[in-house]
Each structure stands twice: as C-alpha cells, then as structure tokens.
C-alpha cells in the first residue's frame, strides 16, 4: 500500500531548515541596519563639520566663549546659529540668531528643536578651535583625549552612547597631531 503526504519528520526539518534560513536573513538585516546607522551618523558629523567650517570662513570667528582653546558642546540649540529664521522656531534661538548677523544658511534642516541627533538618539558632539591656532582637542580611542590639526572636529558617541570608544563615529582621522 503506497502512502502520499509527508511523514512527522520530513516536515520538522522543513520547518528547521526554514528557521535556519529565517534566522540567517534576520541577521543579515540587522548587521545592514547597523551599517546603514553609521554611514548616516558619518555623513551627518561630516555634513555639520563643513557648515562650521564655512561660518568661520565667513567670520573669522567661533560665536562662542569658551574656557580654554577648544570648546565641546552638544549639537543642541547652538546649531540654530548656523540656520536662518524659520517661523517655527523657538523664542529662545533668538541669542543664537544673533551670531548668524547675515542670516546665511549654513546647515538647514527643519526638525531642530530637539537639536540634532545620531541614529541612537544622542546629540552629535563638536569641538571647536576657540584660539584660532587649528588645532581641537577631541576624545581619544580607549580614553584620554588627544589634538588634532583642525578647526571643527564632529562625532557621534555611536551605539554605546559614549565619547572615546571604539563606537564613536568621527569627522577626522584618528591619529596624533
């Protein structure tokens, strides 16, 4: 007598081999994800360095005090300086306005009320040359800090949310001045 259909265990290794091929994807999906996030936070602290770089060719100046040569903020309200007025913005960007006197458009981008933000949810972190001598100090890879030779430098603390590590995403070349 001849049987059709597919016995209990034919089926059990379709579906292994299914969840198999399921988890594999997955995977590959997540790690996509993931590069997708960095090479966005790249272009991001790249595309918020040049704006910077081109406001100090035009000024001549960071529109900042700060204590000792470099300055490190937070990419939160300063970065209204580097937009022109849109009518939603905020009262308290006015003082920040006032740095941007010919009102160029140097960064725009219209969803800044929470400041600008990686793909991890934390502020874009900059450093800036406040003496005018090229040179910031930045966080170092594994801890510390080190200076390198420019103006702006802009990072994203990456996936582990912390400045000087290995996940941080950065503007510049590491290395040694």
Same mark, same amino acid.
């Given at each position: 007598m001849k049987r059709s259909g597919f016995t209990m265990i034919e089926l059990l290794a379709s579906v292994g081999i299914i969840i198999v091929l399921a988890s594999m994807i997955l995977f590959g999906l997540n790690v996509a994800r993931q590069r997708a996030r960095t090479l966005e936070a790249r272009s991001m602290s790249e595309?918020?360095?040049?704006?910077?770089?081109?406001?100090?060719?035009?000024?001549?100046?960071?529109?900042?005090?700060?204590?000792?040569?470099?300055?490190?903020?937070?990419?939160?309200?300063?970065?209204?300086?580097?937009?022109?007025?849109?009518?939603?913005?905020?009262?308290?960007?006015?003082?920040?306005?006032?740095?941007?006197?010919?009102?160029?458009?140097?960064?725009?981008?219209?969803?800044?009320?929470?400041?600008?933000?990686?793909?991890?949810?934390?502020?874009?972190?900059?450093?800036?040359?406040?003496?005018?001598?090229?040179? *910031?100090? *930045?966080?170092?890879?594994?801890?510390?800090?080190?200076?390198?030779?420019?103006?702006?430098?802009?990072?994203?603390?990456?996936?582990?949310?912390?400045?000087?590590?290995?996940?941080?995403?950065?503007?510049?070349?590491?290395?040694?001045?």
């Amino acid at each position: 007598m001849k049987r059709s259909g597919f016995t209990m265990i034919e089926l059990l290794a379709s579906v292994g081999i299914i969840i198999v091929l399921a988890s594999m994807i997955l995977f590959g999906l997540n790690v996509a994800r993931q590069r997708a996030r960095t090479l966005e936070a790249r272009s991001m602290s790249e595309q918020i360095q040049l704006a910077w770089e081109a406001y100090l060719a035009d000024y001549q100046e960071f529109p900042f005090e700060g204590g000792g040569s470099t300055l490190q903020v937070e990419s939160d309200i300063i970065m209204q300086t580097l937009r022109t007025r849109h009518s939603d913005d905020p009262p308290d960007v006015s003082e920040y306005r006032s740095y941007n006197r010919r009102g160029y458009t140097y960064f725009d981008i219209h969803h800044l009320s929470e400041g600008v933000r990686d793909p991890w949810g934390n502020f874009y972190q900059i450093a800036l040359d406040m003496n005018n001598n090229g040179r *910031v100090t *930045v966080p170092a890879d594994g801890g510390g800090q080190e200076t390198i030779r420019q103006s702006v430098a802009v990072w994203s603390m990456g996936r582990d949310g912390e400045s000087g590590t290995s996940a941080d995403i950065r503007s510049w070349r590491s290395g040694p001045e």
